[in-house]
């Protein structure tokens, strides 16, 4: 069906690590795929999109890799702060959709200073 | 530049009444997204909406809910007899015009609904 998961629930990494958090998807037929942030109280705010006819692109201390043969994207957050404690979600759009986002239950990420 | 504009921000309604949840997407967006979020949950999919057209509404309850986009003026997602089970926070996202197949969408602060 349509779903958008993730594979653990909560990550928690020391301040100044990598952060590596996971997305699976489950449709083959998604070309559009974003990483959401989201702290307590407040919207989703947008970090980095991709496109399926890419498997890597990199943002500001931020990279996303796609791997359409698994279905599986990943969110690379470089050098973590403790700024960087929120929820994170990924999202994908179907290519035959009219633009609506399914989003995944979300990954809490703890920086531990 | 303001972002996408939500009110109110929190909402209390009693049983039975209604609720009404503005929008003000991003200036030069013309398209608006409802989405329902749940408690430790993720987003989920409402309705999408250019102005006076609603386009896909493949998330909406069949009864009681239902948006709009006038011409002039926010959107509106409005809850009739809201029911307990309506608690959630709303948030609107709005984008720019789609363009090779990129549905970059902002959100907005979100409205949070408690129903007593």
């Known amino acids: 069906g349509e779903s958008v998961g993730l594979h653990l629930p909560t990550l928690s990494v020391q301040e100044g690590d990598n952060s590596i958090i996971n997305c699976a998807y489950s449709n083959s037929a998604s070309d559009y795929f974003i990483w959401y942030k989201q702290e307590s109280g407040k919207g989703p705010q947008f970090i980095i999109d991709?496109?399926?006819?890419?498997d890597k692109r990199q943002g500001q201390r931020v990279t996303v890799l796609l791997n359409k043969t698994v279905k599986h994207l990943s969110l690379q957050i470089a050098a973590t702060q403790p700024g960087d404690s929120a929820v994170y979600f990924c999202?994908?759009?179907?290519?035959?959709?009219?633009?609506?986002?399914?989003f995944g239950q979300g990954t809490t990420l703890q920086v531990k200073p | 530049n303001a972002g996408v504009m939500q009110n109110p921000r929190h909402l209390v309604r009693r049983r039975g009444q209604e609720a009404r949840l503005r929008c003000s997407p991003m200036?030069?967006?013309?398209?608006v997204y409802w989405y329902r979020q749940l408690p430790e949950e993720g987003l989920k999919f409402m309705v999408y909406?250019?102005?006076?057209?609603?386009?896909?509404e493949s998330g909406m309850p069949k009864e009681r809910f239902s948006a709009e986009f006038p011409k002039e003026g926010p959107s509106i997602l409005r809850i009739q007899q809201v029911v307990r089970g309506d608690s959630a926070a709303y948030f609107c996202?709005?984008?720019?015009?789609?363009?090779?197949?990129?549905?970059?969408?902002?959100f907005g602060p979100g409205t949070r609904l408690t129903v007593t």
């Open positions: 996202a709005s984008s720019p015009a789609i363009r090779g197949g990129s549905y970059e969408q902002y």
């Open positions: 909406l250019q102005k006076e057209n609603i386009i896909d």
């Open positions: 999202a994908e759009n179907l290519a035959s959709n009219t633009g609506k986002l399914i």
């Open positions: 991709i496109r399926s006819n890419m």
């Open positions: 200036k030069g967006h013309s398209h």
